[in-house]
């Protein structure tokens, strides 16, 4: 069994040396709990290390990443669930799900829902206090003189 010092998975590249369950999480789409479903699901040891995992074994992570409730994970863990168009469970990771993201904030501000309002005045959406934090841009007011 030979140590890899970088590991490419869903094209992320992943260093050798973290853990299993950590190093997932760096893949954009997979949060802690997913991470931690997909290695018990494979019976993954929980202290392997990325760098010794098999080229069978990360191809069998990915087709997980790619189809979690086929692999028997339950839907809640996947991040888009009902979606809008299919109404199923997906799971979406990497580019597909930056340009979901922003796809979905468009929706909203189309709408001029509440949410979309606040996104296209650069606010705070989720109910934060914006009275003394969440500005941004320069500030405003007296320059110091040269001498």
């Known amino acids: 069994m030979s140590f890899r010092h970088l590991v490419r998975i869903k094209s992320t590249d992943l260093e050798g040396y973290l853990p299993v369950t950590l190093g997932l999480t760096r893949i954009s789409g997979v949060s802690s709990r997913l991470a931690e479903a997909i290695v018990r ?4 040891s929980l202290s392997e290390r990325v760098g010794y ?7 069998e992570i990915e087709a997980i ?11 809640w863990l996947v991040n888009r669930r009902k979606d809008r168009q299919t109404g199923d469970d997906l799971h979406i990771t990497e ?15 189309r709408m001029r829902s509440r949410r979309g309002i606040r996104h296209s005045f650069r606010l705070k959406v989720r109910g934060q206090r914006t009275r003394t934090h969440g500005k941004h841009g320069g500030t405003v007011g007296v320059s110091k003189k040269k001498r």
């Open 65 to 75: 990443i790619s189809d979690p409730i086929a692999a028997g994970i339950p839907a």
């Open 53 to 59: 995992l098999t080229d069978s074994t990360i191809k």
């Open 41 to 44: 699901n494979l019976k993954i």
């Open 95 to 109: 580019a597909q799900l930056i340009l979901q993201t922003k796809q979905d904030i468009e929706r909203y501000i």
